[in-house]
């Protein structure tokens, strides 16, 4: 089935582009409360479960062990641009496991935030594994490998004890298989499974919620979404789609993005977990559904309306400044 167009692009008055895309919203019970085109065919979420990977991370009193802050908390569930607060944090995890930056196996790229990557090399600069948007993520695998007692090295591989708890924790909350048939390389080396978006969905509905998940799981969980709350900075970085939102939302929705389109929330107050695959894997449709949809379910002030709204159809200009049209979501999404 074709799935349907949830978001299109203008130009003028005229549409230049559309994104077809799917959505499932699901309550901490498991009910659907919306469902739009072909839910169940798996998607790989990539870095959107982030924040359920690092669950074990809090949930053995290990972040505590060595005495990770809110902002490393947050870093752990981070897709960063590589400012130099983030690089900073990532560095100071390590070192509190007693590890360097050569302990890390994430692979090297530029600073995701052009000025950061341009303040870099105005230095004179070269990055290093600190500055992947996935070294606060690697440096809390690296933290639970030493506080279990375990060899850090390899800790990427499915079969190291690391990958291992953290494949538990996603099955426990999504209640969908992990397996090697449905698995995949992410694009720092570690497993990524695809799973439908009713059980991703499901998977952060109990995240917000703390329904059907072991007290442990429920309180990592909740300091997980307050770290995140308290350092949206840390979790994104200057201007980012998910830092704009937390930074007006906070404890009311915890949002990530993954790859590919795909986007995850959690609405706890409302008990709902969502998550999105737009088809063609464009970020700016997968943003422009994930604001749609805080607008369908979140009552919003004023202020939280107006940046909300912003996000959900951004004005497009062009080189000189001058509007050329806009991003925005169809009816389907808006309800």
Not at 76 to 82: F, I, L, R, T, V
Not at 187 to 198: D, E, K, R, V
């Amino acid at each position: 089935m074709d799935n349907p167009i949830l978001v299109e692009v203008t130009r003028g008055q005229v549409v230049e582009s559309w994104h077809r895309g799917s959505v499932a919203v699901v309550d901490a019970e498991g009910s659907t409360v919306l469902a739009l085109g072909d839910v169940e065919r798996r998607v790989f979420p990539r870095s959107a479960v982030k924040a359920l990977q690092a669950l074990p991370l809090v949930e053995s009193g290990i972040a505590d062990k060595y005495g990770l802050t809110d902002e490393e908390i947050a870093l752990a569930c981070a897709s960063h641009s590589g400012e130099p607060a983030h690089v900073a944090a990532a560095a100071s995890m390590l070192a509190k496991a007693g590890q360097g930056e050569p302990c890390l196996e994430c692979g090297v790229h530029w600073p995701l935030g052009e000025a950061a990557a341009r303040a870099l090399a105005a230095e004179g600069g070269q990055p290093t594994q600190l500055h992947n948007n996935c070294s606060g993520k690697h440096a809390g695998f690296i933290c639970l490998a030493c506080g279990m007692g375990d060899d850090p090295k390899g800790y990427v591989k499915a079969q190291h004890p690391v990958q291992q708890a953290v494949r538990s924790a996603l099955e426990d909350l999504t209640g969908a298989s992990h397996t090697e048939d449905v698995s995949g390389i992410d694009g720092c080396s570690i497993p990524t499974y695809a799973i439908p978006l009713p059980a991703l969905a499901f998977g952060f509905a109990k995240f917000g919620a703390g329904v059907g998940i072991s007290p442990g799981c429920k309180s990592a969980a909740e300091r997980i979404r307050k770290a995140v709350a308290r350092h949206p900075f840390m979790v994104a970085g200057t201007g980012r789609f998910d830092t704009r939102l937390m930074e007006v939302l906070r404890e009311r929705a915890f949002v990530k993005v993954g790859a590919e389109g795909v986007y995850c929330a959690a609405f706890p107050e409302l008990g709902y977990g969502i998550a999105l695959k737009a088809d063609d894997g464009a970020g700016r449709a997968a943003e422009a559904m994930m604001a749609a949809l805080i607008l369908r379910f979140l009552k919003l002030d004023d202020t939280e309306r107006a940046t909300v709204e912003a996000l959900a159809q951004p004005v497009l200009k062009n080189w000189n400044g001058i509007e050329v049209g806009c991003i925005r979501v169809t009816r389907d999404l808006l309800g």
